[in-house]
């Protein structure tokens, strides 16, 4: 018997206000992410991925559809997933090093030992000295490191990225790019990528999923069967043109670009 998903969405659908009533922003969205596999969705802005993830997350509930947890359907699964928005969401009043820590704080650890594990973890990720600061005082990346070390620390086995460096200049996005891909291969966590970027998608994930235009529904999925470690120079190659192009063609039979 086949191993069963890791995350599985069924016939998810939601609408949401806007100022002629309600609006769909889910159509109907099916997917299904085997365990350790990351998988990126790429789609137009406003498409409905950021309410995707956030209904994946049981950050709310959807209209109709569910969402399976190593296949099985839960109505209370928050906190089973990670969550990591675009902006780090750390707590402005928080230390760094009590920011982290409260990832396994809230899984129960005691103090002294998440505090112990996020000072370990801000040292790996080269935060060492910081622990101290206020989120006011760090660069954007530094916070995103922060907000990566935080989501290692959640103690999940499933992680929901939500465009986490796409507010960041492009030489800090790749070395964080860079820093993420090391921590999938050495955690091997389940992952849905939401970005705009396709070469950050090719780079990274396993398949690429690519939605229309709201309300959102899989319109295409890209296979990227390239070896890893995968490293930058790779968007060099005939085979990720290749498959550069392949994400293109889609996204322009979903609408997302002319």
């Not at 086949?2 to 769909?24: C, H, N």
């Not at 994946?56 to 947890?69: E, F, I, T």
């Not at 969550?83 to 009043?93: E, F, G, I, K, S």
């Not at 000295?129 to 006011?136: K, L, S, T, V």
């Amino acid at each position: 018997m086949s191993e069963a998903p890791a995350l599985e969405v069924q016939g998810l659908r939601l609408s949401l206000p806007g100022r002629d009533g309600l609006q769909p922003v889910l159509g109907g969205v099916d997917l299904d992410v085997s365990p350790g596999e990351l998988v990126a969705l790429i789609g137009p802005s406003g498409c409905g991925k950021s309410t995707l993830l956030s209904v994946m997350a049981g950050l709310r509930d959807p209209d109709d559809g569910r969402v399976l947890v190593d296949g099985r359907w839960d109505a209370r699964r928050l906190g089973h997933l990670t969550l990591m928005p675009q902006r780090d969401a750390l707590l402005p009043w928080r230390t760094l090093l009590d920011n982290v820590a409260a990832a396994p704080r809230l899984a129960g650890a005691a103090r002294g030992d998440a505090q112990r594990a996020a000072r370990r973890t801000l040292g790996a990720y080269g935060l060492a000295g910081f622990e101290d600061h206020y989120p006011h005082a760090l660069s954007g990346g530094m916070r995103q490191r922060g907000a990566l070390a935080r989501t290692v620390l959640a103690g999940t086995r499933a992680w929901l990225l939500d465009e986490p460096f796409g507010a960041l200049d492009a030489l800090t996005r790749a070395n964080l790019q860079s820093a993420l891909a090391a921590l999938y291969e050495e955690h091997r966590p389940t992952v849905v990528l939401v970005t705009h970027d396709l070469d950050e998608a090719l780079l990274l994930a396993d398949r690429v999923l690519v939605s229309g235009p709201r309300p959102a529904r899989l319109v295409a999925e890209i296979p990227v069967d390239l070896p890893r470690p995968r490293r930058v120079d790779l968007t060099a190659t005939p085979e990720f043109a290749e498959l550069r192009g392949r994400l293109l063609g889609s996204l322009r039979l979903a609408g997302a670009v002319a």
